[in-house]
């Protein structure tokens, strides 16, 4: 009998509880953001796989030849770069946007902590959670210009290769070629690293969203 009461007291506590985290804002809009980035880091995936192909390309136009129509695979494989990153800067609004709401809607909700140590440790985890996406938002507009550059430059190619395709054209164009492949191999380094970044972001904002 003892037992039974202790289990229906410990599930009449428990109640309130769950009910705080499924009706909490912040706890709603973390799980919204780590899924927001989840997607954002496959945009990057898809975005770096493309651009390798766009490079295997160019490497095939500079080989003077067109036998495997290597121009058109690099014009289609341009244009779907081209929509990739469109949908990664949409991905990136959207994530700004609810971290944003995120911290606005935690500070609301412990805005009413009375315990002076309490509030100073909850304070420093939102401090800490806006640093740390301070830091991500700084490398995604990084890696945002130089793509746009990137993007520009083989924008150029194409045009130049649409307008001319011979021996001497192609051996005059070399040195761009190079810088493209020259940024392409930075663009994906740097997407690397920032992959690395928006994982452990999304880790951050599920561990919120699950306490």
Do not use: H
């Not at 496959?42 to 003077?64: F, H, I």
């Not at 315990?115 to 304070?123: G, I, L, S, V």
């Not at 194409?158 to 011979?166: E, G, I, P, R, V």
């Amino acid at each position: 009998m003892n037992r039974i009461l202790t289990l229906a007291l410990a599930f009449a506590v428990a109640l309130p509880l769950s009910g705080l985290a499924q009706n909490s804002d912040s706890l709603n809009l973390a799980a919204d953001q780590a899924t927001s980035m989840n997607k954002l880091d496959d945009l990057m995936g898809r975005a770096q796989k493309r651009l390798s192909y766009v490079m295997t390309n160019l490497g095939e136009l500079m080989d003077g030849n067109d036998k495997n129509n290597s121009f058109d695979q690099f014009k289609d494989n341009l244009s779907d770069l081209q929509d990739i990153r469109g949908n990664i800067k949409d991905r990136v609004e959207r994530v700004r946007d609810l971290q944003g709401q995120r911290i606005a809607a935690w500070s609301k909700e412990v805005s009413g902590l009375t315990d002076k140590d309490m509030r100073k440790m909850t304070n420093d985890q939102i401090d800490k959670a806006k640093a740390d996406f301070d830091v991500l938002d700084k490398q995604l507009r990084e890696v945002g210009g130089d793509a746009n550059d990137l993007i520009a430059l083989l924008e150029d190619l194409k045009k130049y290769f649409a307008s001319s395709f011979t021996p001497d054209s192609i051996k005059t164009c070399t040195p761009m070629v190079e810088k493209a492949r020259t940024a392409g191999q930075e663009m994906v380094k740097s997407v690397d690293t920032l992959r690395d970044n928006i994982y452990k972001q999304k880790k951050e904002a599920k561990g919120t969203s699950s306490n």
